[in-house]
């Protein structure tokens, strides 16, 4: 048998790790592990285990999958424009970051604009709180959003909001194919 215990163990020692050598063999602690076949009630018990910093219980099972799976990544990444597509890129959103030095005239330093495409995914109250919700979550805390874009690729509305600094303002129109 194989044992982390150093040779002066007492003899209970020793035979507490013998009973228990076998336990993180059982095919209930291993299923906890995979997180494919693990059962959709544990599900937000190993979000949290794993540090998912946003969970809704609303989502659909493979998204919050999804989301667990890649809360490791998520958070190597934080505070990196990267991050902040990953995060969004879970519910399907196409996200471009334009930073301040990207751009002429250059914006105020350490500031950056958001392009997000919703890919035809309507836009309402709850998806822009969402990603603002997501954007402030995952960037640097010495970044600021100075303007978010929404498109979406519907062929007849298309919808662009821009916030500023929490607010957003919403417009609409139609366009040709």
Known sequence: MKTLLPPN???LE?????????????????ILKDIDHLPSQFLPYIAWQKSVDYWD???????????????RDLHRL?????????????????VNIIEWFEVEPNLVPGTFKLEIDLIGKPLNSDTTAEINRLVGETKAASRHVTDIQFTTNSPVPVYIATGYQRAVTVSSYTRSI
């Open 14 to 30: 020793i035979k507490l790790a013998e009973v228990g050598n076998d336990a993180f063999d059982l095919p209930s602690i291993r």
């Open 78 to 94: 934080k505070g990196t424009p990267a991050a902040i597509k990953k995060a969004l890129e879970p519910f399907g959103y196409e």
């Open 57 to 71: 219980g609303s989502w659909q099972e493979e998204l919050k999958r999804k989301v667990i799976k890649e809360s």
């Open 9 to 11: 163990s007492t003899d």
